[in-house]
């Protein structure tokens, strides 16, 4: 057996975005959000992560803009510490260490040097109990300071950090927990309690949810949970306070925050509408609805220009002054738990599970970024408690990514359960699927499992399912028998059962010609081909939970778990039990792939992962305690290019990635130090010249103009004065030509570059003129001694010629024919060989 060695556990994408308040830079160009354990910067008009912030080593809990440097962050995190980055470079400045665990930090302009923080009461052994500490921040020119100096503000407040802000710039700071609220002034030192009823004389619940406190005005204004708005004045005495109430929320309040200047105020709730209030104007009300889920956060931008919202589905949407919606950041779907299993588009490569309610999300894995969401139920969902509505809970691929097959149910009070199993085809022109046929009530019961065969080319696609009916039945895409115009649809084909049963789960075969259908403590085997029952294996007590049939070298396996934490592995060939263990597995899965399969061995609490072959006897790989928590989802995801020079511990590894998801929606995998530094060292050489700002257009054209300077410099230290060849010769015009426009720079710096380059430059025009004048010298000189020679030549008398003279030439012509005799025909076989 192989320990994992250098084997880590890491997470890829899927952890909150919203779980706390996000922030928004100076220049409103970046956007800075806690991400499980680290901090990531993503640009505000392309939506793209610029930087991942990494250093903590426990969940990050808050994002502060420094107050004195506008380039600089705070985070801080569960693992003690504060950090400050540069996050426009994505470089660790500095870590405090504070030593308590730290759930929020806050900061003021009036308090330099000082950071106020939450952390549990330190006499208090429950968690239950927060106190408000300030932290003073040494100086020091060392990466890791101890700050221990700490200093009690405020005790027994809310763990919330939507409950506690600051105002006037720090002159005060307000806090809410439960119906009271408290003010405390740091001039006076003094802090001033203000109460409510838990429940009004209408019912309603006055419980405090969230607050925000003016930027000028001494004004505070509150959330509660039964919908509205108190806006709290002249809060500097205990007995004259006065509050204004405000009201359009039907449930709790759950984000406020005051625009810069203090003009409006907004507010987010469950009805996804984003209300912005007009200062003194309460009456006055803006609306930009439809956001698609609840609020859960309000973050503004220093100069007001941008908004942004988080909401409950992992999203932060950014919106231009309350008009509009600019763009959105989509994290991966997280619901209260996932009922698919965990899918890889064969065509795209992404993972598929639930996304939003009535839709399959479809996340890429290499971008940790949402592609888009499938609609499934295709119906208004109603954000309304104890309103049952569709649900998808089972979906499958075909092998080649054509086909997709899902199953929605709604369970109603007295009423039976509403079941629709749709079938969906890829569509070539729009890139996604649409429906093609949707079979109501396909079951008497609840649908327990479905898959498809791997069928080859010639083969019809199939598809399975099993029901607690005591049936199973095969689903087959026939051509359509009546008209020509209508598209080929899917019908029953063929309906099994086993003694009055309940099939459990089902499972093909690699090459499609077995199907394997558990029916509680039987496996039976049958052919699709006949659909005769060919065996059944029933060696091992307790109900079948999951089957698995081994690839390539290891097909004649069929392995399978029961609840009696057995693992067990039959001979397909000679229809006996080749094995068993004693292991209480959460699941099973293969590669597809390789031999290799999966099994998630729930311990002590914790999962344990188990890497092995089903004809060899021992694991090939082991990782205990991968997790805490059981692990029911997990899937093999195909590397887009193999792994190479891999250790014989990570060989699993080479064509396949392992994915799971824990109890806490976090999508975790496995990862080796040489693969991370193989990323780490292709990233290194995007760098190639300091001088030049390294964009894209430039890694495509930096070698053609260094090709072009270089025959520049050539042709300078040359004299040439031959033109500069035409740009349809250029392989730079040539390469832009082929690439694709989305990548393009502008079509203005575009057309400059083409226009200088059908130029000639000024240096070679100059050498021309100069190379010229040069010639006519030479010239003159010729024609002068030509003339010195007709004078001192004289013929003798007498001589007589026998020839006909030729006709003598002007001296016009003859330096014409110099000059030709001169010229460069080159352009001519070139115009012929073309």
């Known amino acids: 057996m192989v320990e994992h060695g250098d084997i880590r556990v890491v997470h890829r994408g899927g952890s909150k975005i919203n779980s706390r308040e996000p922030v928004i830079t100076n220049d409103s160009r970046f956007l800075l959000c806690a991400s499980g354990e680290c901090v990531k910067v993503f640009s505000t008009s392309t939506e793209e992560c610029v930087h991942d912030l990494r250093g903590h080593t426990a969940l990050v809990t808050g994002v502060l803009l420094r107050p004195s440097n506008h380039l600089q962050v705070y985070s801080c995190s569960a693992d003690g510490t504060v950090r400050l980055w540069d996050f426009t470079d994505g470089i660790l400045i500095k870590t405090y260490v504070i030593g308590y665990p730290i759930y929020s930090i806050y900061t003021s302009a009036n308090h330099e040097g000082v950071i106020f923080i939450v952390i549990p009461m330190q006499n208090d052994k429950r968690t239950e109990l927060f106190q408000l500490a300030a932290v003073h921040l040494p100086q020091s020119s060392d990466q890791l300071v101890e700050a221990r100096e700490l200093s009690a503000v405020l005790s027994n407040i809310s763990s919330n950090p939507a409950a506690v802000a600051f105002g006037r710039g720090g002159e ?56 509205k708005i108190r806006l709290w004045r002249n809060f500097n005495h205990k007995k004259e306070y006065t509050y204004s109430t405000l009201h359009w929320h039907h449930s709790a309040v759950s984000a406020l925050c005051f625009t810069p200047e203090g003009t409006n105020l907004l507010s987010g709730g469950v009805e996804s509408v984003l209300v912005q209030w007009r200062y003194n104007q309460e009456s006055q009300r803006d609306f930009l609805p439809r956001l698609g889920a609840a609020i859960t956060h309000i973050a503004v931008s220093p100069d007001g220009v941008l908004f942004c919202t988080s909401h409950s589905d992992n999203k932060i949407t950014i919106i231009q002054s309350c008009v509009k919606v600019s763009a959105v950041i989509q994290g991966l779907v997280k619901g209260d738990s996932v009922q698919t299993d965990l899918m890889v588009d064969p065509r795209s490569k992404a993972l598929v599970l639930n996304g939003k309610p009535g839709h399959l999300q479809f996340f890429s894995l290499q971008r940790d970024k949402l592609l888009y969401n499938l609609d499934i139920v295709q119906q208004e969902y109603i954000h309304e408690s104890g309103l049952e509505q569709f649900e998808v809970v089972k979906a499958a691929f075909d092998t080649s990514g054509t086909w997709l097959a899902t199953v929605e149910e709604r369970k109603q009070k007295a009423a039976e359960l509403e079941v629709n ?66 598209g080929p649809s899917w019908s029953c084909d063929f309906v099994g059962a086993y003694h009055g049963l309940v099939p459990e789960c089902c499972r093909f075969s690699a090459d499609g010609s077995l199907l394997a259908v558990s029916f509680q403590e039987v496996v039976t085997v049958w052919s699709p081909a006949s659909w005769g029952l060919l065996t059944t294996l029933s060696q091992p007590p307790g109900a079948i939970r999951d089957l698995c049939f081994g690839r390539l070298s ?89 792994l190479e020079s891999c250790e014989e511990s990570s060989q699993w590894l ?26 780490m060292a292709s990233s290194k050489q995007l760098v190639i010249d300091d001088s030049v700002a390294m964009t894209p257009f430039y890694l495509l054209l930096g070698k053609h103009r260094q090709q072009q300077r270089q025959e520049t410099e050539d042709a300078a230290s040359s004299l040439s004065s031959e033109r500069t060849p035409l740009p349809r010769r250029s392989a730079a015009i040539r390469e832009l030509l082929q690439t694709p426009a989305h990548v393009l720079p502008s079509t203005s710096f575009l057309c400059s570059m083409f226009v200088q380059s059908l130029l000639i430059s000024v240096t070679d025009a100059r050498e021309e003129t100069k190379h010229a004048e040069e010639e006519m010298v030479s010239e003159k000189e010729e024609e002068d001694s030509e003339e010195e020679t007709d004078f001192s030549i004289s013929r003798p008398e007498g001589d007589q010629v026998t020839e006909s003279a030729a006709p003598a030439l002007t001296k016009a012509q003859l330096r014409e024919l110099r000059r030709v005799k001169k010229l460069d025909h080159g352009w001519l076989a070139g115009l012929l060989d073309s």
Not at 180 to 200: A, M, P, T
């Open 654 to 679: 080479n064509r396949s990635q392992l994915y799971f998801l824990t109890q806490y929606m976090d999508l975790m995998t496995f990862t080796t130090k040489p693969e991370e530094d193989r990323l």
């Open 172 to 227: 005060y700071l307000a806090a809410a927990k439960g119906s009271q609220l408290e003010v405390f002034f740091f001039k006076k030192q003094k802090s001033y309690r203000f109460s409510l009823k838990e429940d009004n004389k209408t019912g309603g619940k006055n419980t405090f949810t969230c607050l925000s406190c003016h930027p000028k005005d001494d004004c505070i204004a509150t959330g509660h949970e039964d919908g």
């Open 421 to 486: 199993l749709k079938l969906w085809a890829f569509d070539e022109q729009t890139q996604s699927f649409v429906l093609n046929t949707t079979i109501s009530a396909p079951h008497e019961a609840q649908i327990t499992a479905m898959c498809f065969r791997q069928a080859a080319d010639t083969e019809t696609t199939m598809l399975v399912s099993t029901s607690r009916d005591g049936h199973f039945k095969a689903w087959q895409l026939a051509a359509p028998a009546h008209t020509e115009d209508e």
């Open 554 to 642: 290891c097909s004649k396996y069929l392995l399978g778990t029961t609840a009696s934490n057995l693992l067990c592995c039959w001979n397909l060939l000679t229809c006996t039990l080749e094995w068993s263990t004693s292991m209480d597995i959460s699941l099973l899965l293969a590669d597809p792939l390789s031999e290799n399969m999966a099994a998630f061995c729930s311990q002590a609490g914790s999962t344990d992962l188990f890497v092995f072959k089903p004809n060899e006897p021992r694991p090939l790989f082991s990782h205990k305690a991968v997790c805490s928590g059981r692990v029911d989802r997990a899937v093999f995801a195909p590397r887009e290019e193999m």
